[in-house]
């Protein structure tokens, strides 16, 4: 790699000035050699000064200054983890749609196995494919975490986009460095308790936490639920079906396609989680529930949940291609349980409640022409009942897929974007 320095004489800021192009450009290519060629405003031969300069692979990332790298103070900078479903259809969302006022330099991605870097921001081409870049490493996350601390910009936003533990449990970290966290992941806010008022007390006036996507995909529940809260008002019930999974599932059996057909149709759209399992086992919803029972400032731990479990004993803990190949052999079941309530002029829903401090989820049979009733599609309804709204609040719309998900995710990147 080459680079010219003009140099004016003045030792401290011709030093200043090599060293800072050297770490520019082994930043974002750390493996190449560089060559520097010095030239001054005098009247010297460039040639007599020329040097060729080798680098070895930079270690230390704590020593790598990103704002020196051309990228503005004020500019957000994003670093996005996964590239699944969710993950890459952000990526395509901003790579695709324009934003007025917001214009995020997107500095790293990764999935599970490999990590790519640009340190002045992907152009927004490259984001439908970023491991063509020209940086690529395997994912180490002590490196990652070490990279995006020490990025020297006003905003720092780290975007999860898995499903994964291990990435949820670098949150603290990260906040507590001044890195905003923006997430549609679960896990961390349906574990215990402590770590969810952990994760809360660690954001502050430039250091944020934002999870709307959590529960209801781009549905603006945990919002209405936190503000109604700011206001004074207090919850009473949230009642309602926030799996749309589980909303298409039971709406394709109804029309005649078998459970098994419409589980892997579900998974195939990206509507379930990765492993339909969660969402049959009520695990996703449990978790959704007890997260919007924790916002509405309930002090609930998922062992005091009842949930059903749909998924078959004899299925719920083999591999993942097995499960779908002996999905089929509970079809009947299924099927005789859907016209059992079409008998009595009721359709299938996975319906959850928070009642009294207490959270029930699992399969109900509800009238055909109610609310929940008409739900079509990946649509999710949540009711909230307060002190102030004894009528309920009504939140209706698509509560899975991967276009409302990743809109939700940017929603709440711009909100922290729009709060600098």
């Not at 000035?17 to 050297?22: G, P, R």
């Not at 996507?213 to 019930?237: E, H, W, Y």
């Not at 002190?387 to 922290?416: C, F, H, L, M, N």
Request: overall charge negative; aromatic content about 8%.
């Amino acid at each position: 790699m080459k680079r010219t320095i003009s140099l004016n004489g003045s030792v401290q800021k011709d030093l200043k000035k090599i060293i800072q192009a050297v770490s520019e450009i082994k930043y974002a290519h750390p493996t190449k050699s560089v060559s520097l060629t010095f030239s001054s405003n005098e009247s010297i031969s460039q040639n007599r000064y020329s040097e060729h300069v080798e680098i070895s692979r930079v270690k230390r990332y704590s020593e790598l200054k990103l704002a020196d790298n051309g990228l503005e103070k004020q500019r957000s900078v994003l670093f996005i983890a996964g590239t699944g479903t969710v993950g890459s259809e952000i990526l395509r969302q901003l790579a695709e749609n324009g934003y007025e006022d917001f214009n995020p330099a997107i500095i790293g991605v990764c999935n599970s196995k490999k990590a790519v870097w640009n340190s002045n921001g992907f152009e927004k081409h490259q984001l439908l494919n970023p491991f063509e870049a020209d940086e690529i490493n395997k994912v180490d996350w002590d490196q990652i975490i070490s990279r995006i601390i020490n990025i020297e910009v006003a905003l720092k936003i780290f975007v999860d986009a898995t499903g994964s533990s291990q990435v949820s449990d670098i949150y603290e970290t990260l906040l507590e460095n001044n890195v905003s966290v923006v997430t549609p992941n679960k896990l961390a806010n349906s574990g215990k308790l402590s770590r969810f008022k952990k994760l809360h007390s660690l954001t502050g006036s430039k250091t944020f936490y934002k999870y709307e996507t959590t529960a209801g995909a781009g549905l603006p529940i945990i919002n209405t639920i936190r503000n109604l809260r700011l206001t004074g008002d207090s919850v009473s019930k949230i009642s309602g079906v926030l799996s749309g999974t589980m909303t298409y599932i039971f709406e394709a059996i109804q029309n005649g396609v078998s459970f098994s057909e419409a589980v892997k149709k579900a998974a195939e759209k990206g509507y379930s989680e990765p492993d339909p399992r969660d969402d049959l086992s009520g695990e996703d919803v449990a978790r959704k529930f007890l997260i919007l029972s924790r916002v509405a400032g309930y002090e609930i731990e998922r062992e005091d949940l009842i949930v059903d479990n749909q998924t078959p004993a004899e299925l719920r803990d083999i591999p993942l291609g097995e499960f779908f190949e002996k999905l089929p052999d509970y079809d009947k079941y299924w099927k005789e349980k859907t016209e059992e309530a079409h008998k009595n002029g009721d359709v299938l829903r996975y319906v959850g409640e928070l009642k009294e401090g207490k959270i029930e989820v699992g399969v109900r049979a509800v009238p055909a022409d109610s609310p929940l009733g008409n739900l079509r599609g990946t649509d999710n309804q949540v009711a909230i009942y307060t002190r102030y709204y004894q009528s309920p609040i009504i939140i209706q719309g698509p509560g899975a897929g991967k276009e409302v998900t990743a809109q939700g995710v940017i929603a709440d990147i711009r909100e922290i974007a729009d709060s600098q």
